[in-house]
């Protein structure tokens, strides 16, 4: 039997909260009743707490103690689908389900009846003393014939301050009336002719609206090199969802991209669509919420928990830059959006579409064993090639200790500003320097309250900690050995680079691109424009610039290090490397000037370097999987990391050390446990922290045996225990 949708009045509910109880409360459904997912406010104690209708009561508690619901709140209800979704992904996650409720009700006064604002409108009399002023505002009501306005629009319109239209309310000239805030989007229109497909790109498209015409589940990986097109044709899959009545939600992984790529849906649909990301304000978000809710959003472009929205009828979920890492959320609920994303589209019926020039291993697989289906656009839009790529071998290269632009680099930058073009020197690290050491003791500079060395911000006049952001004036004096003027920095970051770039291209304008040195995403993209539009001579940037942005005159990109991303026990180490250096290579010659990109590197016969310089991507993929697979690591095998956390260091590894004895339920399904030991970072915040990894085969049940082995252990209050179900980072 199904559950009924509706409850009448003083019928017994189950009700799943936001606060952080493992179980479902009872409650009375309230005066008129409520349907099964309702939004609904219910006490707890002496406070009201939001919550869902999330089936019939358990009956299992004295009925005379049980309370009735304060209220429903004015939101459309939870539609089955999105409870399913949350319902698995928490199991997927082993997250509790209050918190995957929290993901999706985070909008504010979510629960409000609209909220009003004043509009104007044509009144019923004439004013008692006409002057030119009061004609033009009459004027314009009736030339807009009964549109309303607001107060600062008609002012603005009819060229008259506000005190004048108020006047006119007085005398019921103008009618002020409330109005509600949250009214729908704009209606985009997808018949509205899009940009001319070349041949690819219009077979791929064609493929991808055959799959949202069939109205079922299905992932495609859409491959192609940056400035294939790829936009394009989603957009196209986009146009075919809309013309279905469906909705369709496009993830970017970076905000600082959204607004290029409104102006983009704009162009192709003719208004724009609803925005979520932590850059909106928060009527901007609370209207969101509402309108994917009611129909009245047919776009959503936004960040990861976009996906938490309560759509209504969701057809298509675009992933933009599907291997980018900031897909992971990294803390509280540890989820990937990437694979959420695919979970809550079986579930809907939707098609996703994972777009990348370098897709994830994981995704490569699954389009190897034809879990996604692979389309691939495979040349540039127009004259744009793809850049020449080669190495430049720093053992043979004349450079002193403390200078990172080789000769051969310095030439070639030289050729080409010569040209009038641009440079891009890439460097994947912020600040001036890495590390500050003394150079009496040898001690260097780290955090107070992490294992972590503070990286000198020259710009900021300060040492910050990448890892809390703590910053400190730059001592003068040792702190340990009280030497004076012998801190010295050591390795390169951006600001540095720039000094050294600045002594040998003395005549060139010089550009920094690092995500620490604007204030705003406004004030990023300001720089950017100016960039592209031949403010620069050299770029010197970190991995911000080799997230899709278009400078037209780049046509050399020199990369410092690129070594850099190959150290360290990573095991997606050689995997990012490869998606990384094929996307800032992909930085030069988009326009019609060919472009060229240069590695310097002391291991050229590295296979990771090899396979990069070779172009050689498929190559690199199948020896990338064979490792894995022999390694039987993700994507071949499962992987679970454990992180406990507590401000007392001996109880982080008792703890840790009861678990891995006590591991009964996951050799079980045949998993190993590895650890306890110090986490790579070892303190953050002041808080110790010591890791397990669980490994497993790619078919073991390995949520269920977690749960049971972590739920044997009571764990002191301070200590915190987060697991990350396919962590991405090692940290
Ligand atoms: P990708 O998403 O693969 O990086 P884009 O869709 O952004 O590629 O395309 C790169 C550039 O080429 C964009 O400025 C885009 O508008 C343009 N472009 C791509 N395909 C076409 C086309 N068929 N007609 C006109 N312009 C195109
Ligand atoms: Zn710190």
Not at 597 to 625: C, K, M, N, S
Request: net charge neutral; glycine share 10%.
């Amino acid at each position: 039997m199904t559950a009924p949708s509706f409850y009448e009045e003083g019928a017994l509910v189950a009700v799943l909260t936001t606060q952080p109880l493992d179980r479902l409360l009872d409650y009375k459904a309230p005066e008129g009743g409520c349907f099964l997912g309702a939004f609904v406010d219910v006490p707890l104690g002496p406070r009201r707490v939001l919550g869902v209708v999330w089936g019939p009561g358990r009956g299992d508690f004295d009925i005379n103690k049980i309370r009735p619901m304060n209220r429903v709140l004015d939101a459309a209800p939870m539609q089955e689908e999105m409870r399913q979704f949350l319902g698995r992904a928490a199991d997927y996650t082993l997250t509790p389900m209050p918190a995957m409720l929290r993901l999706a009700t985070r909008s504010p006064g979510l629960g409000d009846p609209p909220s009003m604002r004043k509009v104007y409108r044509l009144g019923h009399s004439e004013p008692e003393r006409m002057t030119d002023a009061r004609r033009r505002v009459l004027e314009v009501l009736r030339d807009y014939g009964g549109l309303s306005f607001t107060l600062g629009e008609l002012a603005e319109t009819a060229g008259v301050t506000s005190s004048v239209i108020k006047g006119l309310v007085k005398q019921g000239a103008v009618a002020e009336e409330d109005s509600p805030r949250d009214l729908p989007y704009p209606r985009l229109d997808p018949d509205l002719p899009g940009k001319e497909l070349t041949e690819d790109q219009a077979a791929a498209s064609e493929v991808l609206r055959g799959a949202i015409r069939s109205g079922d589940y299905g992932s495609t990986l859409l491959k192609g090199v940056t400035g294939s097109g790829k936009t394009e044709v989603y957009l196209e899959a986009v146009a075919e969802c809309l013309r279905k009545g469906r909705q369709a939600l496009v993830l970017l992984p970076e905000i600082a991209l959204t607004a290029e790529f409104l102006r983009r849906v704009e162009a192709r649909f003719g208004a724009m669509p609803a925005e979520w990301h932590s850059g909106v304000t928060m009527t901007e978000r609370r209207r969101a919420w509402k309108m994917v809710g009611e129909g009245g959003a047919q776009l959503v472009v936004g960040a990861r928990s976009a996906l938490f929205l309560p759509y209504r009828d969701l057809g298509l979920i675009v992933i933009d830059e599907e291997h980018d890492t900031s897909y992971k959320q990294e803390d509280g609920v540890l989820y990937n959006a990437r694979d959420m994303a695919v979970l809550r589209a079986s579930i809907c019926s939707a098609q996703v579409i994972l777009a990348s020039a370098t897709p994830s291993l994981e995704s490569w697989a699954n389009a190897e064993i034809g879990k996604y289906a692979r389309l691939e656009l495979t040349s540039r839009f127009g004259e744009a090639e793809l850049p020449e790529m080669s190495a430049i071998d720093m053992r043979n290269e004349d450079l002193p200790g403390s200078r990172w632009i080789s000769p051969t680099l310095q030439r070639e930058v030289e050729a080409r500003i010569a040209l009038g073009e641009q440079a891009l020197l890439f460097l994947n690290r912020r600040g001036y320097a890495p590390v500050t050491i003394c150079r009496a003791c040898g001690h260097q500079i780290g955090c107070d309250h992490c294992d972590a060395r503070m990286v000198e911000h020259r710009f900021l006049k300060r040492l910050v900690c990448h890892q809390c952001g703590e910053t400190k004036p730059m001592p003068t004096v040792c702190p340990s050995c009280g030497a004076e003027d012998r801190l010295a920095p050591v390795g390169p970051g951006v600001e540095r680079l720039q000094e050294e770039a600045a002594a040998l291209f003395p005549q060139a304008r010089i550009a920094v691109l690092s995500s620490d040195l604007f204030g705003s995403a406004r004030a990023l993209k300001a720089k950017v424009e100016e960039i592209a539009s031949g403010g620069a001579d050299i770029v010197i940037g970190t991995q911000l610039v080799a997230k899709g942005h278009n400078f037209p005159l780049l046509t050399l990109v020199g990369v410092i290090d690129a070594d850099l991303g190959l150290q360290g026990s990573d095991l997606r180490a050689a995997e990012r490397t490869f998606q990384l250096m094929r996307q800032v290579a992909g930085r030069a010659g988009r326009a019609e000037k060919p472009g060229a990109a240069l590695l310097q590197t002391y291991q050229p016969e590295h296979p990771v370097i090899r396979a990069i310089l070779a172009g050689d991507e498929e190559g690199f993929w199948r020896a990338e999987a064979a490792e894995r697979k022999a390694a039987g690591v993700p994507p071949y095998g499962r992987m679970a990391g454990i992180v406990l956390s507590s401000p007392d260091v001996q109880q982080v590894f008792d703890i840790g050390g009861v678990l891995a004895r006590n591991d009964a339920p996951l050799r079980r399904i045949g998993a190993q446990v590895y650890g306890p030991a110090p986490a790579p970072i070892a303190r953050i915040r002041g808080r110790h922290r010591v890791r397990l990894l669980v490994k497993a085969a790619k078919t073991a049940p390995l949520q269920a045996a977690l749960a049971q082995w972590v739920g044997q252990v009571k764990l002191p209050t301070n200590l915190r225990l987060a697991i990350d179900i396919d962590p991405q980072s090692f940290y």
